[in-house]
């Protein structure tokens, strides 16, 4: 990896800064940092366990506020997350022994679905509903799934964690946005030790990063507390759009 200087530090705080604010309000925070570390000649793994290093100090920042402010609870709410962070686990295990490749084909469309699902059911958490599932149930099998998907491959898990609260669980969006952050936090860090313990981490650069990631996610998350579902909504709708493009592209689907 070619030596960094000052600039490109700076502007890694700052792209690290703006990723967690959006990833805080409506995920898609990984489209601005990954491409960015790639971008300093960095090889692909350790881009992306950097990017775990980052992203975890931007949902551990956003989750913390959340927490603050009442907006989880964490006594009816654990098993989930345990059950999450074992998903996150295996997930991380499972990719050193498999290629993805099939998840990369079929996930634009999924995300795509979900940005149409949002842009076209504008009354989908406005406000608190029965959930279907219970806790346990959604725990055991949704829980474990999605912490898996985050572990296993990753982009998209905030969108799928956030509709998966409002449609089954019943949450506003606003609660759902706060408890998809603390779902994320649990999966971040299951993938963050497989990192660890692969020794693909930039530390500097992860550090700094997650400082910026910190500040932004911060403010994010007072965003969401502020504004609620009039940001949230139409935010989710725009970043699924551009995962699908980005998502796409990446694949050469573009490529006439």
Same mark, same amino acid.
């Given at each position: 990896? #070619?030596?960094?200087?000052?600039?490109?530090?700076?502007?890694?705080?700052?792209?690290?800064?703006?990723?967690?604010? *959006?990833?805080?309000?409506a995920?898609?925070?990984?489209?601005?940092?990954?491409?960015?570390?790639?971008m &300093?000649?960095?090889? %692909?793994?350790m881009?992306l366990? &950097?990017?775990?290093?980052?992203?975890?100090?931007?949902?551990?920042s956003?989750?913390?506020?959340?927490?603050?402010?009442?907006?989880?609870?964490?006594?009816?709410f654990? /098993?989930i997350?345990? #059950? *999450?962070?074992i998903g996150?686990?295996?997930?991380?295990?499972?990719?050193?022994?498999?290629?993805?490749?099939? *998840?990369k084909?079929?996930?634009?469309?999924?995300?795509?679905?979900?940005?149409?699902?949002?842009?076209?059911? %504008?009354?989908?958490?406005?406000?608190?509903?029965?959930?279907?599932?219970?806790?346990?149930?959604?725990?055991l099998i949704?829980?474990?799934?999605?912490?898996?998907y985050?572990g /296993?491959?990753? %982009?998209?898990?905030g969108?799928?964690?956030?509709?998966?609260?409002?449609?089954?669980?019943?949450f506003?969006?606003?609660?759902?946005?706060?408890?998809?952050?603390v779902?994320?936090?649990?999966?971040? /860090?299951?993938?963050?030790? #497989?990192?660890?313990?692969g020794?693909h *981490?930039?530390?500097?650069v992860?550090?700094?990063? #997650?400082a910026?990631?910190?500040?932004?996610?911060?403010?994010?998350?007072k965003m969401?507390?502020?504004?609620?579902?009039?940001?949230?909504?139409?935010?989710?709708?725009?970043?699924?759009?551009?995962?699908?493009?980005?998502l796409?592209?990446d694949?050469?689907?573009?490529?006439?």
């Amino acid at each position: 990896m #070619m030596e960094l200087g000052f600039e490109v530090f700076a502007l890694l705080f700052m792209a690290a800064f703006v990723a967690a604010f *959006i990833d805080a309000i409506a995920g898609g925070g990984g489209l601005i940092t990954i491409p960015a570390l790639l971008m &300093t000649g960095m090889p %692909p793994a350790m881009a992306l366990g &950097t990017n775990k290093l980052q992203a975890f100090g931007g949902v551990l920042s956003a989750s913390a506020y959340f927490l603050r402010k009442k907006a989880v609870d964490l006594k009816s709410f654990w /098993f989930i997350l345990l #059950m *999450i962070f074992i998903g996150g686990l295996l997930g991380a295990l499972v990719i050193q022994r498999l290629d993805p490749g099939f *998840i990369k084909m079929l996930l634009p469309f999924l995300i795509l679905a979900i940005g149409l699902y949002f842009l076209f059911t %504008p009354k989908l958490g406005a406000d608190d509903r029965k959930n279907r599932i219970s806790y346990a149930a959604f725990a055991l099998i949704f829980g474990t799934g999605l912490g898996f998907y985050d572990g /296993f491959f990753g %982009p998209g898990t905030g969108s799928l964690m956030n509709l998966a609260c409002v449609l089954l669980l019943g949450f506003n969006l606003t609660k759902s946005t706060a408890h998809t952050k603390v779902m994320n936090l649990s999966s971040n /860090f299951a993938a963050l030790l #497989m990192f660890l313990g692969g020794g693909h *981490i930039v530390w500097s650069v992860g550090l700094v990063m #997650m400082a910026g990631a910190m500040l932004g996610a911060n403010l994010g998350a007072k965003m969401v507390m502020s504004r609620g579902r009039q940001l949230i909504r139409p935010m989710v709708v725009v970043m699924s759009f551009i995962m699908t493009l980005k998502l796409c592209y990446d694949q050469g689907w573009f490529n006439f």
